[in-house]
């Protein structure tokens, strides 16, 4: 254990983005936190300066023991606490809308697809168009946008590349979907947000964004290499248990749509049927208001 | 205590001026209410927390009345004229419920046995027809536990008539209670607040009926 | 299916040495108090005048020994999650497997918000308020006794799972689908859920008493602008007990039909929704937060302005902001789950209406910045903690409207970040207004005042143990560290984790000062009598009446007109000649406080004639709600382990209970003139005590 924290520890998490939503983010909470200072801050020290100041045995204090009402600060009181929300709920009313998960990144580039499974308790990460699978590691192209589709076979968990951006629960049965870009290339440590049990603490996965030329020789290299995810594969990395890395060629036609399908409900309120779903289901679950 | 405007009374000034007349006083400062008004008013509170607890489960039951996993929904499984039956036999224990209340006004037993005992059976014929429901619904594989729909149904109208229930028994001890204890003021508050819960679950029977049955059709 | 359902030698925790430890020194604490009790003959004093007390002051005090009990167990779950973190990086171990680590965080949060912080909140409210609405007792006092004795079932039946069996590791709102009997086969779930049902009630009904007390039986004259701030605070905390809390039953009740009966709500198959267990649970979960915080609220009003020795800055406004909040409480649950894939707009609206919440609580906070502005300020332990409070809750209120920002939320919804800030809130706030409250009217209760200088102390050690704390969580969630984790890779992150370690261990020699100045404060009571009543110079009714005040609080009928009713009184300002018609019609006024209980004949309008000055009476005591209790942890356990003549036999005796009692004919005691006289003359009159 180091004695004295490295600073650069703190080169980590939404502290050090790594691609446009995490960016975004960051920026948002410095100027947000900013503007809360700015009130929170003169409101501790007058605390604490106005607490002295009257003290019982300070001479020179005035005392107004009758003051209790003031209209003028009335309106003071009200109005400040009220423009700064209002001015700090315009920012996250439009950075829902900017930063919304499902909302796709500009770009001339076509998006890649990643289909994101959470297991007992790993993750499995599924490239449709290559065929490929792998658990516990994904790669992907930098500059690329990714385009996730994400779902669960269990409990709820939460999928989040903190250096990336946001994170997006994965439930079973339903489908989420998360748009996020790596615009360095690196290794970015990912983890699941969500508790799920006993091996919640190992479900850490690793994002690891190269050139495009390097992506597609990581992808040639899988469907050559990589065992085939076929039903007895998928049986045994249902198995409640940790994992380290795997690659595979997938050997099993609609993988992602059968696994959300396994636990669909039928018609939800807003949602296309399952049934008929194709194999990226372009809907999400609106929470249900009761 | 000892310095204060009369010794019987302990006067605590203030900024506001002493109002001398009754009329000028408001209701919010004349004083702690009398124990009928103090029973009914908490009694009140309580069903209004009742009805935030159906809420829940209407709730619930409008977001997973869709779900009904490739099984039976509304519209195959409910028999409209039986829970019309239901309804009325509901909403007459309601009226029978109110002359039961003037009956214990006039302190008049026979009347209260009467009315109490006709609410009785009306409830006892709501519960009969609803269990009967219930009995050819499983019978039919279509128990709570085939689908989030049934579930949310058997839930929510099995708690309405689980009150139902409860409120019976409720209504019998009363009437152990007249028989035992006469009209005390206390047995009378008690009359007073029963007659406030059958009500409302007549009124929960309606959100019910409205929503559980006739929205299966809509 | 065998006579004692699942149960079985199993269920100790035979093999587990660290659960055995603590299941062990519980058990051990627990015969030793019953011991000692025993040895030294308590008992018939112990039920006759607090087990069975239907006194709201008795009532009260022992929700306050609950609470302060389990603010010990739920720190030790504090302390060895913080040890276990502090050890656990980069491949260590640390000495808590998952399987214990998870039921850990679990117990400590259970604990904490509905054992320790409701616990203790209503029973300031319990005590204070009859007391400073000029009542004799509650609406309810029976009904008060049966919500405590609720409480303490689900209590009992939760730390039962620590001996036998286990408890949740579900997290401490047990979300599905992991709290389904497919993933949580375990009786942990169980034990939660009945604990939590059975003291649900005994909220609900002590929301229910509360409302109707303040709301029908202020003394004559005291209209609601007329009403200690404090009794607004817990107005509104009640209305939302009222309006919150049958959504928990419900949702517990659905998970409970999943896991007995094979429903479908929230399960995985068949057409379950997870989803929607999330937005009931947070439908009261975040009204539940105001109603922690709003009678801490209350206290700091009261506190802050007894001892700047001014009235409460704004009184009209705090109390427009008040129920202004209890409003908006039930239009923000959604930001609890921002990140579950709601649309931007509904993010948005909800995001909005959070940021909404903050105005009313940043008035409260200027006013009463301007409420110490021009006072005498006498920094007592009361106002320490409230000081103390102002700083730190505004650097958790900062913290919340970042996190109401969606896209923020985005990367630090569930990590440490979201850790950091509830407990800045609940600590600085709720915990802070707690012990602000347990000095403020420990003398009203007690007789005699505590220890000063032990209790700065504590204060001292809870400030700093709390900054050392939690500021290295929120650096460590943005980070990028989660919550509830058992273990990290990060080496560099062990550090923030030690300092926190470091913070946590400051924090329990907090917890040890107030120990220690409870105890001596009983050592040396002699030195520090409230022989007036008003040790600090108070504004408010309570300190009208002796301490500790009769068990008929007030000698006589209170009339009242003008708000700080009794600051008003002492300082000379005797009220306007009364007419003799107001005499006698406040005269005529029934006896204040508590309805249902003898046979009292109902008035009509009281002021509609003079009739001889009712009698001061007080309400026997009663065995029904100790008893209700018995029954209902019989009920709980043999559901829990699905022994269904426990269950069966627990259920009949509350029923029978409950007959039995309704049939009772319970006369009033009444006090004797002599009393009344002997407790008018031993106060001197009012003088205030600097």
């Not at chain 3, 602008?225 to 939302?240: E, G, H, K, Q």
């Not at chain 3, 320490?384 to 505004?394: A, H, K, Y």
Request: aromatic fraction near 12%.
């Amino acid at each position: 254990m180091t004695v004295v924290p490295s600073l650069a520890v703190l080169q980590s998490g939404v502290l050090d983005p790594q691609g446009p939503v995490a960016a975004s983010q960051r920026l948002i909470l410095f100027n947000a936190s900013v503007i809360m200072a700015a009130v929170i801050v003169p409101v501790i020290v007058l605390t604490l300066a106005v607490a002295w100041w009257f003290r019982a045995g300070n001479r020179r204090a005035r005392r107004r023991p009758d003051w209790a009402y003031s209209g003028p600060l009335e309106v003071l009181v009200w109005s400040v606490p009220l423009l700064v929300i209002l001015f700090l709920g315009g920012i996250a009313w439009i950075g829902s809308h900017e930063l919304d998960p499902r909302r796709p990144l500009a770009s001339e580039v076509a998006p890649l697809d990643i289909e994101v499974v959470s297991l007992d308790w790993k993750w499995l990460f599924i490239l449709p168009r290559a065929g490929v699978a792998s658990v516990n590691h994904l790669v992907v192209p930098v500059g690329r946008p990714l385009r996730f589709h994400l779902t669960s076979t269990t409990v709820m968990n939460s999928f989040l590349v903190p250096q990336l951006g946001s994170q997006i629960y994965t439930m079973a049965g339903m489908t989420t979907e998360l748009n996020l870009r790596a615009d360095r290339a690196g290794v970015y440590p990912g983890l699941s947000a969500q508790f799920s049990g006993d091996g919640f603490s190992d479900m850490r996965f690793e994002v690891e964004a190269v050139s495009e030329e390097a992506f597609a020789g990581w992808l040639a290299a899988t469907a050559a290499e990589g065992r085939p995810l076929d039903a007895e594969a998928l049986r045994l990395l249902e198995r409640p248990g940790t994992t380290g890395r795997e690659r595979y060629r997938v050997a099993l036609p609609d993988l992602f749509g059968s696994l959300v399908r396994r636990h669909g409900h039928g018609a939800m309120p807003g949602m296309a049927a399952s049934a008929s779903a194709p194999s990226h289901p372009s809907h999400s679950p609106h929470a249900a208001s009761p | 205590m000892s310095g204060m405007a009369t010794p019987s009374t302990a006067v605590h000034g203030g900024a506001g001026t002493p109002r001398h007349r009754a009329e000028e006083v408001p209701r919010s400062e004349r004083g702690p209410a009398p124990p009928r008004v103090v029973v009914t008013y908490g009694f009140w509170l309580y069903l209004l927390s009742d009805i935030v607890m159906f809420a829940a489960f209407f709730a619930t039951y409008a977001v997973l009345r869709t779900h009904v996993a490739d099984g039976p929904d509304g519209r195959a499984l409910f028999d409209r004229s039986k829970v019309l039956l239901e309804t009325g036999c509901l909403l007459l224990s309601s009226y029978s419920c109110a002359l039961f209340s003037l009956a214990i006004d006039r302190k008049a037993r026979l009347a209260s046995y009467a009315m109490g005992g006709l609410t009785l059976l009306l409830g006892g014929a709501f519960l009969a027809l609803e269990l009967s429901e219930f009995a050819s619904l499983l019978a039919q594989g279509a128990g709570p536990q085939r689908s989030a729909f049934l579930s949310a149904f058997f839930a929510l109208v099995g708690l309405h008539g689980l009150h139902v229930a409860v409120g019976m028994a409720w209504l019998v001890v009363l009437l152990l209670q007249i028989a035992t204890l006469g009209f005390t003021p206390r047995t009378v508050r008690r009359l007073l607040c029963f007659s406030l819960f059958w009500h409302a679950l007549d009124i929960v029977w309606i959100g019910v009926f409205t929503i559980v049955y006739l929205g299966a059709f809509s | 299916m065998s006579l004692l359902g699942k149960l079985s030698w199993s269920a100790l925790p035979l093999g587990q040495p660290i659960a055995l430890a603590a299941g062990a020194m519980v058990v051990l604490t627990a015969l030793s108090v019953l011991a000692l009790v025993t040895w030294k003959g308590w008992w018939p004093v112990l039920w006759r005048d607090w087990i069975t007390s239907v006194d709201h002051k008795r009532i009260g005090v022992m929700y306050v020994v609950l609470a302060l009990v389990m603010l010990l167990r739920g720190f030790v779950d504090a302390l060895m999650m913080r040890s276990q973190l502090a050890l656990a990086a980069a491949g260590a171990p640390g000495f808590l497997p998952p399987e214990h680590y998870n039921q850990i965080f679990s117990a400590h949060g259970t604990i904490m918000v509905f054992f320790v912080s409701m616990t203790f909140m209503v029973g300031l409210m319990n005590f204070v308020v009859p007391l400073q609405i000029g009542a004799r007792d509650m609406a309810f006092p029976v009904l008060n006794s049966v919500s405590f004795w609720l409480t303490a079932a689900g209590v009992l039946l939760m730390n039962l799972s620590l001996v036998v069996g286990e408890f949740a590791r579900t997290g401490w709102l047990v979300y599905p689908p992991l709290s389904e009997l497919a993933f949580s086969p375990q009786v942990g779930v169980d034990y939660y859920l009945w604990a939590l049902q059975i003291a649900g009630v005994g909220t609900l009904l002590s929301g229910i008493n509360l409302t109707t007390t303040i709301l029908k039986l202020r003394a004559r004259g005291m209209g609601y602008s007329r009403m200690p701030i404090f009794c607004w605070t817990a107005l509104a905390s009640n209305l939302l007990i009222i309006a919150a809390f049958p959504i928990l039953t419900a949702t517990f009740a659905m998970l409970l039909l999943d896991r007995y009966l094979g429903f479908h709500f929230f399960t995985n198959e068949l057409g379950g929704n997870a989803m929607m267990y999330v937005n009931l649970i947070w439908a009261w979960g975040h009204p539940e937060v105001y109603i922690l915080i709003l009678p801490a609220f209350g206290v700091f009003s009261e506190v802050i302005a007894t001892f700047a020795g001014k009235p409460l800055f704004g009184y009209r406004s705090m109390a427009i902001a008040t129920m202004a909040i209890c409003l908006l409480s039930f239009m923000v649950w959604l930001h609890h789950f921002f990140t579950m894939g709601a649309s931007a707009d509904v993010n948005g609206f909800f995001g909005v209406m959070t940021m909404i919440i903050a105005v009313p609580t940043g008035v409260k906070v200027f006013n009463w910045l301007f409420t110490l502005y021009g006072g005498t300020i006498r920094f007592s332990v009361p106002l320490l903690w409230s000081l103390g409070f102002m700083v730190t809750f505004v650097i958790g209120g900062m913290t919340g409207v970042l996190l109401a920002i969606p896209p923020v939320d985005f990367q630090v919804h569930n990590s440490l970040f979201l850790v950091a800030h509830f407990h800045n809130v609940i600590i600085g706030g709720v915990l802070f207004g707690a012990f602000a409250g347990y000095n403020h009217w420990f003398p009203k209760a007690f007789g005699f005042t505590l220890h000063e200088g032990w209790g700065r102390a504590s204060f001292g050690c809870w400030v700093v143990g709390f900054y050392l704390a939690f500021m290295p969580l929120y650096l460590l969630g943005l980070m990028g560290a989660t919550r509830r984790m058992q273990h990290y890779d990060e080496r560099g992150w062990q550090p923030l984790m030690v300092v926190a370690w470091v913070g946590a261990v400051v924090i329990l020699a907090g917890i040890a000062c107030t120990i220690v100045q409870l105890v001596v404060s009983i050592r040396t009571r002699d030195r520090r009598r409230d022989r007036t009543g008003d040790p600090w110079n108070g504004r408010t009714l309570e300190w009208s009446v002796a301490s500790p005040p009769p068990a008929w609080n007030f000698d006589s009928p209170v009339v009242v007109n003008g708000r700080d009713a009794f600051w008003t009184v002492k300082n000379g300002q005797e009220p306007e000649v009364v007419d003799a018609s107001f005499a006698t019609t406040a005269a005529a006024a029934p006896s204040p406080g508590r309805a249902g209980h003898g046979d009292g004949a109902d008035a009509g309008d009281p002021a509609a004639g003079a009739r001889p000055e009712p009698s001061v009476t007080v309400p026997p005591p009663s065995a029904v709600g100790v008893v209700i209790a018995f029954f209902a942890v019989a009920f709980g356990f043999g559901m829990v382990w699905h022994i269904g003549w426990l269950a069966l036999a627990g259920g009949l005796g509350i029923v029978a209970t409950v007959l039995r009692f309704s049939w009772l004919e319970r006369e009033e005691i009444v006090v004797a003139p002599e009393a009344l006289a002997r407790s008018a003359m031993a106060r001197p009159a009012p003088g205030g005590a600097a």
